[in-house]
């Protein structure tokens, strides 16, 4: 039998006790996470065009963070548009991407390319070992196969020389396979495209290649459809 003192001490105990029974009932009650909501994803690796910066993702980070992306998961790969496809700036990109999986520790990453970036990340897939490590590219409004536009300052820069048909570049990424590796490729082009020309540029052989309509170059960025569309890939 208790004492008067024994009773007093234990008393304090039972609001403590009772608060722990009813968190274990809580934590009993909530329902486990589905396997699709603990998996991880692959991170996106943004690679953006000739003359820009990694601004011009605004939008399409937004629908991802929208469709369930975290910020730790996007990553926007800036460089020096002016620079050699081949001789620079993949390099560069295969040592951001080797980055991007030391921080997240994904095997593998999605990449997703506007115009120039679309040259500069296949060329990492095709020869740089990027086939081992991208999981899905993608190219928005790509000059795949050159664009007679990029004449205009081959003269004085590389990376216009590098755009142009024919180019070392072209030659090289489109002879053989254009699509190599167990990688899933998907182009969206316009046939409106003030930029690429022709039209017909971008589409690649084992592709999901997929018109927009009349947009313009850089309206791919900002288009609802478009990045509707590169969500519904990545997911594949």
Do not use: I
């Not at 909530?30 to 953006?48: D, N």
Request: net charge negative.
């Amino acid at each position: 039998m208790l004492t008067a003192r024994q009773g007093q001490q234990a008393l304090p105990v039972l609001p403590a006790l009772l608060a722990l029974l009813a968190l274990v009932a809580l934590c009993l009650a909530l329902p486990a996470a589905s396997p699709a909501q603990a998996a991880t994803r692959r991170p996106v690796v943004l690679v953006h065009g000739y003359n820009a910066d990694p601004g011009v993702w605004g939008a399409l980070r937004a629908d991802l963070r929208a469709a369930g992306y975290t910020d730790a998961e996007l990553f926007s790969f800036g460089y020096d548009t002016h620079q050699s496809v081949n001789e620079v700036l993949a390099g560069r990109l295969g040592a951001y991407v080797d980055q991007v999986r030391r921080e997240t520790g994904a095997a593998r990453v999605d990449v997703v390319a506007h115009s120039f970036g679309s040259l500069v990340s296949r060329w990492y897939v095709k020869f740089g070992g990027g086939a081992a490590t991208v999981d899905h590219w993608v190219s928005l409004a790509g000059p795949n196969r050159g664009t007679s536009t990029a004449w205009a300052c081959a003269l004085w820069d590389q990376a216009c020389r590098d755009m142009t048909p024919g180019s070392y570049v072209v030659k090289n990424l489109n002879g053989g396979d254009e699509t190599p590796g167990a990688v899933k490729y998907a182009t969206f082009w316009s046939n409106c495209d003030e930029v690429v020309n022709p039209d017909d540029s971008v589409p690649l052989t084992g592709a999901a290649n997929t018109p927009v309509g009349c947009l313009g170059h850089n309206d791919l960025l900002g288009d609802d459809a478009t990045s509707a569309g590169v969500r519904a890939f990545l997911a594949t």
